[in-house]
């Protein structure tokens, strides 16, 4: 073989060679395909997500608290806590957001459901009057009319519960009016066409934007027991095959809820940005804000955790499940005990749910603007 020939037999093996281990190069410098994110579907019991509503909806999503998590979560409405139940049993949707007493209703009818994350950590469901009013404590309300959503709403137990606790005859001393919601049910208040409002602090909330000012009736007997309120939900199977995603899930939740605490502002908007009917419309950007930090700070308040017994975000404790089903069945929204708390809460994913950094989250919110 000829000098010249060896030659180009040794260049083209070197230029092979250098060929191939560049393109291994720029295989290994190539970023990682990314993970693909796991679909969940979260019901809840409203199609109307208000900016309320912003740390389950739309902030752990804009932020990206879910995607970290590996999830891609859509969000459904159900027309109440029971539809969404039934959504979720009927393997419609993943995760369901309820209020627990269909749980406590539907679990011992066979549907194998229960909550791993409660939300809202207090009773949020509570009478108001006007402030200007007369009526001073709950025994100044007898004779008196109450206003409830409609006659078949869960709050007129409740109520009466109320009523008997402060030493009247919930038969005989009140009566109930259905006054639907919003503007409408704060009409026949002014109006006095009924004495007391029966309804929750959101709607209160809107009440108050519109220049009404209530005197809030929270801290009574027995409502003060139903801090289990607002709860995730899943079947206990799907709990079984996914606990990542309900703690991923939860997490984002949690993060969520921080960051809402320390820049609701900033929460505000990024529930605006997702939700743009949601912003009230023909007002200045500064009214319109203003109505919507009313709203949610309302509903933070009754979402926040260092006011409670067990300080993680998602947690339940023993006693206030047990309490709740206790003011349950003295309403007679349950006609026997339920049986054990665990079969309506786990707190397996409680843990895991809370292992992320809180302050970096509220430096996050304290560093954001939109």
């Known amino acids: ?20 281990f560049v393109s291994g190069m720029m295989v ?22 208000p900016v309320g ?23 459904q409405g ?24 269909t749980l406590f209703q539907m679990r011992p009818r066979g549907a194998e459901i229960r909550a791993f994350y409660t939300f809202v950590r207090q009773n949020w469901f509570f009478p108001a009057v006007l402030a200007d009013g007369p009526i001073r404590s709950i025994r100044d309300f007898k004779g008196k009319r109450i206003g409830v959503q409609s006659l078949g709403a869960s709050m007129i137990p409740f109520m009466k519960l109320v ?10 001393d009140v009566s109930f009016v259905g006054v639907g919601l919003g503007a409408g049910a704060a009409a026949l208040l002014q109006q006095r066409k009924v004495d007391v409002l029966g309804l929750w602090s959101a709607q209160y909330a809107l009440m108050e934007n519109a220049g009404f000012n209530l005197r809030k009736f929270v801290d009574v007997s027995p409502i003060r027991d139903l801090s289990f309120a607002v709860t995730f939900v899943a079947t206990d199977a799907w709990l079984r095959n996914n606990p990542e995603i309900a703690v991923g899930v939860g997490r984002g939740l949690a993060k969520a ?53 067990d300080k993680r975000w998602g947690a339940t404790t023993r006693e206030e499940i047990e309490a709740y089903a206790n003011v349950l069945l003295r309403s007679g929204l349950l006609d026997r ?15 895991r749910i809370n292992a992320f950094d809180e302050a970096k989250i509220i430096d996050q919110a304290r560093r954001y603007s939109l």
Do not use: C
Request: charged share 20%.
């Open 28 to 49: 290994a410098a190539a970023p990682a395909a990314p993970r693909p994110l796991k679909k969940v579907v979260l019901v809840f019991a409203s199609a109307n997500l």
């Open 257 to 309: 809820s921080v960051f809402a605490l320390h820049n609701p502002t900033a929460a505000v908007r990024l529930h605006w940005k997702m939700f743009p009917q949601t912003r009230p419309a023909g007002e200045s950007d500064v009214e319109a804000l203003r109505k919507a930090l009313h709203e949610l700070e309302a509903a933070l308040a009754f979402m926040r955790i260092d006011t409670t017994t």
């Open 163 to 172: 009523v008997a606790d402060a030493g009247l005859d919930p038969e005989n």
């Open 53 to 75: 509503t912003s740390p389950q909806t739309s902030l752990p999503k804009m932020l990206g608290y879910w995607e970290e998590e590996g999830l891609d979560v859509e969000l």
């Open 78 to 101: 159900a027309a109440g806590s029971l539809p969404s139940l039934q959504m979720i049993v009927g393997g419609k949707g993943d995760i369901g957001v309820v209020q627990p007493l």
């Open 337 to 351: 005990s339920p049986g054990r708390p665990e079969q309506y809460y786990t707190n397996e994913f409680l843990e």
């Open 1 to 20: 073989m000829s000098e010249r020939r060896e030659m180009r037999i040794a260049g083209g093996r070197a230029f092979t060679f250098i060929a191939l």
